[in-house]
């Protein structure tokens, strides 16, 4: 069977398949709190499970999965990673898988912390920027929310973090890790504070009311599962419309954005920006 996972591949096998394809897919997640009812690793899945499907859409290979990235939380089981760490690692990463032959790179985000998002895409300005040898090289920073209506909808009716969109996506694709009967929540309060604003799970402090102060931030000590939504209206359907909304919509959009770096290459023209306010990415 014919695997799109590099690890997968022997040196004579990632070879042949350079001949034909030049797109890899750099996955990234991380381990932290999903409440009671879904394992520490669901990150890491959300971007292991929708890389699998859209390789087999592109037919291009797909790179280990990174595992670390900045969360913020603080809860037990949560493995934080500095947003500069993770951007130094992926542009490496690209280098390398650059001068091997690759030309076209999809990152897929599993988490959807603004720092690291942010941070991520504005350091990968810069690698190409400050290294010419990456200047035909397609880097495509590619958020699964951003491609499915359903999840967007979901993001504006207070459904975040480890709730609606993400519990439905565990019963679609892996219902064996889901918890299910009576499981411990936040008291109303806080849960009704982190579905109004996600961010509200920090505490920030400082000396003075000075903008220019850089703040303490810790977790508030009265969240304790920290789960931002409606995991109880879950279920497997959403997850499989998602699934079926991004692979439609980001396969095809990746698809043509390919095409049009490999015309531009032999080409030799680039669209240019005008203005820079359009490239900003939205994060959530």
């Not at 990235?69 to 280098?95: D, Q, R, Y």
């Not at 499915?148 to 890790?177: G, I, N, Q």
């Not at 959009?253 to 015309?263: M, Q, S, T």
Request: glycine share 6%; hydrophobic share 40%; charged share 25%.
């Amino acid at each position: 069977m014919k695997s799109h996972r590099m690890q997968d591949l022997t040196l004579v096998e990632l070879q042949e398949r350079l001949r034909n394809c030049r797109t890899v897919i750099l996955p990234y997640g991380l381990s932290e709190q999903h409440g009671a009812h879904l394992p520490l690793d669901v990150d890491i899945r959300n971007a292991d499970y929708i890389s699998a499907k859209l390789a087999e859409k592109l037919d291009c290979l797909i790179a280990p999965t990174l595992n670390y990235t900045f969360s913020g939380g603080m809860a037990p089981g949560t493995i934080n990673v500095k947003p500069n760490t993770l951007s130094n690692l992926i542009g490496e990463i690209i280098e390398s898988l650059s001068l091997q032959g690759f030309r076209n790179f999809i990152i897929i985000p599993g988490h959807g912390g603004s720092e690291s998002l942010l941070h991520l895409k504005e350091s990968l300005r810069i690698l190409k920027w400050l290294n010419p040898a990456l200047r035909d090289d397609l880097i495509m920073l590619v958020p699964i929310w951003n491609y499915s209506p359903t999840w967007m909808k979901l993001f504006e009716s207070r459904d975040y973090h480890a709730a609606e969109a993400e519990t439905s996506l565990m019963l679609h694709w892996c219902p064996e890790v889901v918890r299910h009967g009576d499981l411990p929540q936040d008291t109303p309060e806080v849960a009704e504070a982190l579905r109004d604003d996600p961010d509200s799970y920090q505490l920030r402090e400082s000396f003075s009311s000075m903008r220019e102060e850089i703040v303490n931030t810790s977790q508030r000590a009265e969240v304790k599962i920290g789960v931002m939504g409606y995991p109880e209206r879950a279920c497997a359907e959403t997850g499989r419309k998602i699934e079926e909304e991004f692979l439609a919509n980001a396969g095809a959009a990746i698809a043509d954005a390919i095409a049009a770096a490999d015309r531009a290459r032999n080409s030799g023209e680039r669209i240019v920006h005008s203005n820079g306010e359009k490239l900003k990415l939205k994060s959530i």
